[in-house]
Structures are given as C-alpha cells and as structure tokens.
C-alpha cells in the first residue's frame, strides 16, 4: 500500500463515517434486542420510544438542559483544582526525596480509598451539599494526576541530568528545558483519566446526595419507574463525557505539538 492510499484509508472523514456507522449498529442491535424479546433486554423500551420521549418531552425543558450545565459545572471545578494541585503535588514527589519520604506513604494510604467513601466526611467537613459534590469530583482526579506526574518524573533518564549539570545548566534550567517537557505526555494521560473518573464519580454523588445534575435526573427516572428517563439519562451522561474528552483532546494537542506531525 502506497503512502498516498494509506493517508486516504485513515482520513477523518473516514475514520468519523465508521464511528458514526457503529453508532447506528448499535441502536438498530437494541431496537431487534427489545422487538425480537430477548432476555433481560425486553423490559426497556425501543430507541425509537426513547427519542420520541426525548423529543415530545425533554429538547425543549429547561430543567433537563440546566443539568446539563449543574453536571458540567462540578465537573469543570473538580477536574481544574485537581489539575492545579496534583500536578504540582506530582513534580514535588518526583523531585523532592525528603518530602517524598515524608508525606507519599500517607498519600499512598489515601490513594486507595474510593472517591465514593468520601461522600459521608464531605457531607460533614463541607458546608453544602454543591461543594462536597465538588470536593468528590476533585478527589476522584487528584489521585490519578498525582501518580501519573510522579511516574512521569521518576521516567526521566537519569544522564539527561547529569549530562545538563555537567554543562553547567542550573537547576531552574534542567526543571523548565528537561523536566517539565517530559513530564508533558505523563500529565496529558492523567487528564485524559481524570476527566473520566471525574464524570464517574459526579454521577454516583448526584445520586447520593443532590437536587440537581444528570445523575440525579437518571436517578428519579428509575424511582419513579420510567426507564424512558433512565435512558435518556444514560445517554447524555455518555454525551457530556464524550465532549468532555473531546475538549481534554483538544488541550493534549495544543500541550504536544510534535504529536501532530506523527
């Protein structure tokens, strides 16, 4: 295959007609599953009565499109201050061995802990139940952040240094000139999964303890058994991640540019 026919096979447009076709697989694969009875599918309703619900009900709804904008909004504070805290947080471990020795066995004892068993502490530490849902979110990143840029730090070859110290670069010179360019793809993948979990985690706490959000809204589809709503829940908390990827994208290509001419 030429270079030409290969560049023509991976073309966007390509590429995006095929996701879009298995998009489509998939609801034709649902709407047989729900016709046809198959077990434990049967009982959801078609995509078709789903959309039509969608559209005869919730495009044109206020409260549907501002949990859109709550969700987003929580999403946006606990993914950014996870980003200003554990990127830092990260460098500082990689580079410090004495803070590292002092404070990483405690954070290494955090770190397991599930972003959901902080819900009842947050409930009483924070005053409001908006900022416990964001001090969740936050968490749910922070952790994944930190040891992605730790790891990153901890990657960098050790006669890189060596090689910049002998020439005489100063400390600030080897963090700004080696480091901190290394550790770029480390940070980039931290903020591809922490905007994963960050959405993960908002969901499962608008449940628990909101008023407001998609989750919450996909939470009261099922109290109230109307699993039109559950669905069209479902499907727009995968629209908001998707977008919100997209974004985290967007920002990973504007950080590496040398990607772009791969």
Known sequence: MTKAALMKRLSPSRI???????????????HLAVVLGVSGISELPTPVETLATFFGEYI???DYWQSWAVSFQRVLAGFIIAQLLGIPLGLVFGTNRRFREMFFPVFELMRPIPPLAWVPVSILFWPTNESSIIFITFIGAFFVIVINVYDGVRSIRNEHMWLAQSLGASRLSIFRRIMLPSVIPSIAVGMTLGIA????VVIAAEMISSDSGLGRM???????????????????????GYLSSVVVEWIERRMMPWKETR
């Open 60 to 62: 044109a709804d206020n």
């Open 16 to 30: 995006r007609w095929r996701g879009v076709t298995s998009v489509i697989a998939f609801f034709v694969l649902w």
């Open 218 to 240: 996909t939470w009261e589809g099922y109290v109230s058994s109307t699993p039109e709503v559950v669905l069209i829940g479902m499907i727009s908390i995968g629209l908001a």
């Open 197 to 200: 979990i960050t959405w993960n």
